[in-house]
Structures are given as C-alpha cells and as structure tokens.
C-alpha cells in the first residue's frame, strides 16, 4: 500500500461527528415532551446520570451520539408540528376579513344509537368511572354509554374534564405508611437488591458461586441504577459530568494528579521492653461508612486566601503544620516525604483544623493558599449508604454471603471507578472519589486516636481498615460484623519476655 493509497483509506474511514444542539435545548426539548431521563436512558441503553451529563455541558461520541442527535433532532420535529395549525382550521387573512371555513369532515357513525354516543373500541379498554371494561369513547375517553352497564352508582353519561386522568381498572389496595424523619415514605416499597440476588440464583440454578460472580460483574451499572433510585425527590440533582481543574486531571493515562488522600502507612517507632500480644482489628465497612461526607453538588469555584467556609467543600492547597506526636499516633496526612505545600481534600482540612482548636491542640492550624470548592452537603449519598447499610446487615444476620458480596463490590467499585474510570462512565467525579476515600483515612486516624485516649497503644495504622493495638481493645471497641464494629485480624506476639535478673 502507497502513502496515498494509506491516506485514501484514512478519509474513506473518517467521518465528522453529527452536530448537537445547544446545551440548554437539550434538556428543553425533552422536558417540552414530557420525558423522563430515565425514560429517555432506556431508549438509548445508558443511565438516567448519563442524560444529566449531556444535559450539563458533557458530549456522547460514538454511535450513542448518533442515537442522541436523533432523539433530539426528532423532538424538535415533533414540538415544531404540534405548535403549527392544522391546515383545516379556518384562519384570518392579513386584511382582517374572515375566509370561508372548510366543511368539517363527517362524524363516523356510531353503533349505538342516542345522543353523545362515541366511537367504538377495537378492544375494551377501563371505563374511567367504573373501571371495568368499556367497548366506546367519549371524547377520547373509555367509557360507558349506558348507565346500567357502569358500575358505579352514580355514573353519568357527561364526559370527563380534559385534565382528568384514567383511574386504573383495579383499586389498589392501600399502602402502609411509616414515618421517614420529617415527611413519610411507602413501608412496603421493593428491595431492588433482594431482587437482584433472588434473580441472579434463580438464573443460576441455585448456583451460590456462579450467582455472585455475576452479581459482582454487574456492581457497577447495579450501584448506578441504585444511587438513581435514591436521588428520586432528593433536594439536590448530582451533576455526574462537571467540569473539573486541571489538579484533579491526570497528566498522563498511568499518571496521578495533585490530590493528596492522606493515606495511612504507620508503625510505631519503638515500643517499650518486654513481651507484648498485639491484636490487628479490622474496620468494617470502611468505604461504605466514608459515603458519609460532605460532597460537593456542582461546579468548583477557584478562591484564594487562608478563609474556608464551612458550608463549602472541595480540595485545597495548604501548608501543612509539623506533627511532633509521631512516637504514638499517626500523622493526619500519612506517610508524605516532600515539604511544602500540598493539594488536600475536605476531610484532611477538617481533621487538621479540629487537631489545631483548642480542644485537642496537637498542631498548628493549617495555611489555605487557595482552594477549589462548591456548595455541599454530608447527606448526599446518605440514603444510597443506608440502603447499602441496611442490606448488608440483614444479609449478616442471615448467614447471606451472596448479598454480602454483592453490597461490597457495589459500595468498592462505586467509590474506585467514579474517577476517569472506563467502568463508570455514568458518573466523572473525581473530586468526590479522593474525598471519600479521604474520609475513610480520616475515620481510621480517629478510632487510633480513641484507642490512644482509653489506653490502649497503637503500635501500626493501614489503609483505610487496619488497625493494630495493645491492650484490653474490647474495652474500646465492640466486635462484630456491622460497620459500627471492629472484628479481629490477627494476633502475634512482638519483643522478648524480660528475664529476671538473678
């Protein structure tokens, strides 16, 4: 092949990528149509999140961006011939005079005679009064023509008002409600991951290793569906796809950005002479507690100057203070061997700065130079975790290992993948990925801290979930499966027994 035949081969594959509307049509034309975005996700095969980024400034590319223009280029279609005239109405001249109305189309017969009969049905369908099946319409409505025939007692024969809806053909039967805080909630609603799991078992023929190896596949696209499900009526719309700077960007494919998590990698310098049993605890649920944050609703806003409103959040460019307490406790920003300042998230600044009030005084506050920051909220993801919480504890308590598998690689490959992930790519929030994370460090250093302050010493601090002490730890915390509890790791013994002098 000549570099021109390369070339022609190159154009002939190329093609230029359909045009998109604005973006504050986009969302116009579908709300005009009165579609949901989780109607117009399942059309396309993407998530209800995947609309609201393309709602917010961000572009499909590929063939979905082809089914999208479609959409959209159809929406309008559609609302420009609603909003026209029908040729067949009479119209006014520019003059002013009126023009001859065309003769109205003759009313198909109706089979039953009497006055204000309507069509008749190709098939029954629930009369709007009564709900039992009508073979006519009136006006566009199912219902029924004789009175006898409906089974209502005081069903008449006037046709319903244009703002009236069908009733359905069954009455259902009333919903138990229970109290949910400040307003009520539905207490029979569907357990969305009790379906799963029972679907998934049901598939695999009672397969319990089969099941949750498919239930762990599909965590990712499951863990979206849900959040979905949980932001209904929430106060605040998660913007899945905003606009990011360029500190929270990689550089490279395989590079990192300039966040810093702080995350743990401790051990205890020296520890006194003698003998010592040494218990490594496990933190359960540490990503699944961390969910519990204060997040970020929209776009960051650059800022400058050591202020920090606390009813903001985001990453922020500090100097760090020194820590002298590293004999016995973990520093808040972990293992960090470069001086200077550093790019940190919400929850390491809140730790830093309670660590400098009054209260515990262990270092200096730190200097803010500048920050990245929106509006946020601690209960944005609250009933996505609680949801998570609430399964994971009836499945402990029933020995459920399946659902207990399926919940934790939902909750893990929520928090890994909601970066620049190719897993995701319903939600690019890479600030709120290093602030969870972040909260799970900030979580950990505070169970050191209350094993430090009820006696206990902590030799080792890891991760997010491992924690090691000497001493009566259950004293401290109490052990268990539950995300409030610890359970055991490992037990070993470290030094040498000190031989009485003779």
Known sequence: MTDFDAIDA?????????????????????????LSRPQLAQALGVGPSTIAGWESGRDPSGEVREKYAYFLEGARTKLAADSTPPADEPTLPSTGSPTEAAPAP????????GPGDGDELSAPQPCVLCGRPARHQVEGFPQHLDPAEC??????????????????SAAPRPQKVVPAGRRLRTGEAPDPIAAAVAAALDQHSGDVEAATA????????????????????????IVAHPWLPDVLRKPTARGADEIWEARPKWTRPTL???????????VNGAYLSALKTHLPIGRLEHSTGDQHDRRRAGVHLVTPPDWEHDAYLPNPLGNRDEPGPLWVTEPTLRLLQRLSGPRYGLCDPPVIHESWTSGATENLLEKFRVLLKDARDRAIAEGDEVTLEYVKAMYAKFVSTMGESNYNRELYRTDWMHLIRSQAFVNLWWKAHRAYDEGLMVVRAMGTDELHVIGDWRAVFPEGRAVTEVKVKDVYTVGEAVRPES
Do not use: F
């Not at 230029?16 to 149509?33: D, I, M, S, Y």
């Not at 003759?106 to 005679?113: D, I, R, V």
């Not at 005081?154 to 008002?161: C, F, G, I, S, V």
């Not at 569906?225 to 949980?230: E, G, S, Y």
């Open 10 to 34: 190159l154009l002939a594959g190329a093609r230029k990528e359909v045009p998109l509307p604005p973006v504050p049509e986009r969302r116009a034309l579908r709300e005009e149509l009165g």
């Open 214 to 237: 498919a239930l762990v596949r599909r965590a990712i696209p499951d863990a979206m569906a849900l959040l979905d499900r949980t932001r209904k009526g929430g106060r605040y719309d």
């Open 272 to 282: 006194p002479p003698g003998e010592h049993q040494v218990t490594a605890l496990d």
């Open 106 to 113: 003759e009313a198909p017969a109706a089979t039953t005679s």
């Open 151 to 168: 089974g209502t007692d005081d069903a008449e024969r006037t046709p319903p008002r244009e703002e009236s809806r069908p009733e359905p």
